[in-house]
């Protein structure tokens, strides 16, 4: 689940996660754990995600721009 994942970030267990079309119901809690943890929360453009977005990258924040760089290439 996309929550679970969002916790896999806050807990330094994976670097990333994209989730194209994500339902805030979804993610809303993943997203505050990920974001206490120290991470970065954007959609896929690197604006800061919000309740009105409908895609979500997740990282640990080292990594976050370089992500957003390569989603934007393809």
Known sequence: SAALELGFVAAGRTESINIPGAHKWDVAAGVLLVREAGGRVTDFMGKDWDLGSKD????NGLIHERLLNIINKS
């Open 56 to 59: 979500i990258v997740a990282t």
